[in-house]
Every structure is written in C-alpha cells, then in structure tokens.
C-alpha cells in the first residue's frame, strides 16, 4: 500500500474532534466547512452544512442522526462520488478529486450481482480499478475463507443468507485495500441477531486491520458499541450537534467487543446522553 | 427456505406429501390432456365440415390434405423451387431481422443511456414511431430497396422500435445502487455500462429477443406478400390466388411450427441464463 508523503504544514484545524495522532501528520480524513446543496426543479434542499471534522489515522467514528439528516451524503463526500458545494474534503491532507482507492465503501445492502459468482463478486472492485486479478482473486479467497465463506466461491449470491451476503460485500470492499472504511448502515437489512453477529465480526476485523472507519447510522446502540467516537448530526441541513468520545474502562485497557460493550456500565450513559441529543430534533 | 425443503425431503415422505404430489401430478395430466383435446377437436372439425360440405373445402382445404401437399411439394413448387426452400429463405429472413433487430436496437438503446438529453429529444418519435402500422410502409420499402431488401427491412422495421424502447426501459431500470456501488470503485460510465447495465439487462434482452421473434416473422410475411418470389409470404400469397389452399394452409402450418420452434429455442435458452443467475 502505497502512502502518499504528507504536505510539509497542514493548516492547523481547531475543532472539538480534532485529535490526530501527532500534531505534524495531517488527519487521515477532513471536512473543512463543508456544505452540499442539491437542486431540483422546485427548489433547492440544503443537505448538510458547515461541517467540520477530522478523523485519525485508525480512528474508529461513527456518525448517527435521524433519517434525511445528510449522513449518507457526508459518507458518499468522503468517496468522492459527490462533490461539495461549498468547503473542502481533504484525504491525507489532498482535496478529494473523485472515487480513490483509499477509500472502499460499504452500502446500506450487499448489492451483490446476482449474474457473478460470490468470488467474481469480491473481487469487482479490483477488476474496475484495473488491479492485478491473479493477486486479487487471491486475496478474495482468502479473505472470504477467513470470514467463513471458503466453500461458497462459485456460488450464486442467491444461494447465500443475508449475514453471509453483507460479509461478501465487506470482502469486496477490503480486495481493493483502502485505508479508510465507509459502512452506510451495513446491518440495516439483517434481522437483529445476525445484525448483533456481524457488528462484532465486522468490528474485529476493521480493527485487526486498522482501518479508518466511518459508520453512519441511525441506530445508537450501535454506535455506541462500536466506535470509539460518535458525531451527532442535527436534522437537515445537517450541522455538527455533538462530537464525543466513547471510552469504556476495562482491565486491559484494550477495546470491547461491540457485544461486550453492550454490557459495560458506561454504555447505558452514553445512550442516553445521545439519545436525549437526538431527541431534541425531534421536537425542535 | 430451499434448504428447509430439502431437509423436509430428506426426512422421508409422509402419505400426505405423496397424496399432494399425487395430485400435482393429476391436474398437470388434465392440463395437458385437454390441451391434446382441443387441439384434436380443431383438427377433426376442420377435416370434417369441409367434407360434409357444411363449409366449403375451396376455401379451407382438409388436414388430411396438408401432408400429402406437402410432399408434393418437396421437390417443386409450381414456382419451381421447393417448398422446403420457400420455408429456409422465410426462416433466414426472419433471423436476420431480428438478430440486426436486437443488435441495433440494444446499440440504440445504450446511446440513448448513455446521453440522457438524447432521449429526452427522441422520446416522442420512438413512442409515435412505436405506435406506427409498420406494415403501411411495405408498397414503399419495396420501391426504396427492392425486392429483397425490402423484406429484410420490414422485418427490421416492424421489431426495431419496440427493441429499442423495451432494452431502453431494461437499461433505465438498472437498481441505482448498484451504479452507485460501482462508482465508489471508481468505475467509467463505459465501466458502469458494461458491467453493471448490461449484464444486469440480460433478462430484458430476452423478453425483447421473445417479442422480436414474432414481430420478425410478421415483417417478412408481410414483405413477402408484395414483393418476393420466394418465401412462404410469397407461397401464400400465389396459392390464394390460383385458388390453391393446399398450398396456403400448408405454408401457414409450416410457418406455426417454425414460430413454435423458434420460440422454444428462446424459452431453453431464457431456461439456460436464468440457472445460472
């Protein structure tokens, strides 16, 4: 993986967020005051605005707000599969120019192709960014064995359950090794024990990778599990509301597991703060 | 769930699930056995009011009648070639047409995916072309190409835009998310259209090659009534008016078992794409 040299002075950004693991590197991922109009006929709809965040190397953040508060507009911003209208996305400290491969992806479904195998479906990002494919199908078969599938290669998405289809998603999001993850409610379309399964499994390896990952979601206890920093959007246009960090005390200092910290004493806490958080938009 | 139903299987049949497949398998029997019936029905009335001459057999010939025509006819018809012949140069036509039906009709349809404000501008003209009785155009296709290409181009003309609007249709329906998933991998619009539009349209392209088959084969027939002196069309027409309905019904039996054929040939294949999905 090639990394790209980091500008000699980022500009420094103060912001509540704003924790970069030495002042010299810039943050891995940077919103500087960005905002995004869309337009339509009748009118024009402002998605989000003013946003500004800043996100570490291996930072683990997830972003929750109600639905149509611009959460998934913030994450396709990131990919570079939408542009801001106003302000700037920085990856590595170099605006974002389009879909780089530093950044993979994760939707709300699998959006398997149900014309592909399981194994050509892994590896479709590679065969788009025109990746060697003898290196690609390797590293999807392995990476579809770890995570249970390895009898499955030649098989029809169809043939496959829900869990097992979204851990397919996520290997062919990790074929193409991007630096930083963007999980769009991967889990929304499991049912809720399988949602529970995969957020651990999914949190594992993100972690055992150290990937960047931004979850977006609307689902506070998942949040709350599984990242180690959660931003709360306001309803649209979608502001910064809050930026918090989420620690939980264990004997070896190390990170729970999503199911673990479904358990801990501070996990009640930090629900309900971001619940009463979310719920004031509700009424305002 | 296939996999509960195998589990089930496995389990040992139970009287009740025999006595369900018992039944499956009765009405299928009925099903079929009144189709043959019908079928046998069509074919004794046709054979038999003709010859009680309740119906005049001048006008509708007997079954009895179509083979022995038939093969009367193999090695000449009274417009030399045979009838087998007739039936190839009908058959070749009517592949051509729509083969360059779906080729120039997919091309079309991706052009017009491609630059959306091109459809916008067409739009009106496909829908009005669409609706146009293609068959109008048969007098003047012969003027324009001639004899033989004229067939070929009713049979392109009369599938063409009802190909281009359905693939269109097929194109534009594409699940956005799924061009979205592509373009978080960086993918091209060229990218985007071969890997996700296209294969995605695969059952479309069928449906349209379904529709196709028949519409072609209604081009050349038509085509054939005015201009050839080959083809069933043709053999059709020259039996009608020497009066010979021999000739007629066994050119239109032909022409039903080549449809027929023609459209299982496209259903196994419709069979073999979708197992693989």
């Known amino acids: ?284 | 769930m296939s996999k509960v139903e195998a589990a089930m299987t496995y389990a040992g049949e139970s009287p009740e699930y025999r006595a369900w497949l018992a039944q499956e398998r009765r009405s299928r029997l009925t099903v079929r056995g009144t189709q043959l019936a019908l079928l046998l029905l069509f074919l004794v009335l046709w054979e038999v009011l003709p010859r009680a001459q309740i119906i005049n057999p001048l006008f509708t010939s007997y079954p009895s009648a179509l083979w022995p025509t038939f093969v009367s006819l193999i090695d000449s018809t009274p417009q030399q070639a045979g009838i087998l012949w007739h039936a190839w140069s009908t058959l070749l036509a009517t592949v051509i047409g729509f083969s360059a039906a779906m080729a120039i009709g997919t091309a079309i349809a991706a052009a017009l995916w491609w630059w959306p404000a091109l459809y916008r501008v067409l739009d009106p003209y496909l829908v009005v072309a669409n609706a146009m009785p293609k068959t109008a155009f048969v007098p003047i296709f012969y003027i324009w190409l001639g004899a033989t290409l004229s067939i070929y181009g009713m049979s392109l003309a009369i599938s063409l835009f009802v190909t281009v609007l359905m693939i269109y249709n097929g194109f534009n329906g594409t699940d956005p998310n799924k061009i979205k998933l592509a373009q978080t991998f960086g993918a091209t619009k060229g990218q985007i259209l071969a890997k996700v539009v296209l294969p995605g349209s695969v059952p479309t392209l069928i449906a349209a090659l379904k529709v196709n088959v028949g519409l072609s084969l209604v081009g050349v027939v038509v085509g054939e009534f005015q201009s050839a002196n080959l083809g069933l069309g043709y053999l059709i027409q020259y039996g009608s008016q020497i009066f010979k309905l021999n000739i007629v019904m066994t050119a239109i039996t032909i022409l039903a078992v080549m449809s027929s054929a023609m459209y299982l040939a496209i259903a196994s294949l419709e069979t073999a794409v979708m197992r693989r999905r």
């Open chain 1, 1 to 284: 993986m090639s990394k790209r040299f980091p500008p000699p002075h980022p500009p420094p950004q103060a912001g509540e967020g704003d924790r970069p693991p030495s002042p010299d590197a810039p943050p891995k991922v940077e919103l500087r005051d960005v905002g995004l109009r869309y337009f339509g006929r009748d009118r024009e709809t402002e998605a989000l605005k003013g946003i500004s965040l800043a996100i570490a190397a291996g930072e683990f953040v997830a972003i929750i707000g109600q639905s149509g508060c611009g959460k998934s507009t913030l994450l396709s911003l990131i990919s570079g599969i939408l542009r801001p209208t106003g302000g700037a996305v920085l990856i590595d400290g170099a605006p974002v120019a389009g879909p780089s491969r530093k950044v993979g992806y994760m939707l709300q479904q699998d959006y398997l192709f149900e014309w592909r195998t399981i194994l050509e479906n892994a590896v479709l990002g590679a065969e788009i960014q025109g990746l060697d494919m003898g290196k690609a199908r390797a590293r999807a078969t392995q990476l579809l064995t770890r995570y249970g599938l390895g009898q499955f290669l030649d098989r029809r998405p169809r043939e496959l359950s829900g869990g097992m289809r979204q851990r397919v998603a996520l290997a062919r999001t990790l074929v193409t090794e991007p630096d930083i993850v963007l999980l769009d409610e991967p889990f929304s379309a499991l049912d809720s024990q399988t949602r529970l399964a995969l957020a651990d499994e999914i949190t594992e390896i993100l972690r055992r990778e150290r990937k960047t990952a931004i979850l977006v979601t609307h689902d506070i206890g998942e949040a709350v599990s599984m990242a180690e920093r959660v931003v709360v959007l306001s309803r649209r246009p979608g502001r910064v509301k809050s930026d918090r960090p989420i620690r939980y005390a264990t004997p070896d200092g190390a990170r729970p597991k999503p199911l673990a910290a479904r358990n801990a004493p501070e996990f009640n806490g930090y629900f309900n703060t971001l619940w009463q958080e979310l719920e004031v938009h509700v009424e305002g």
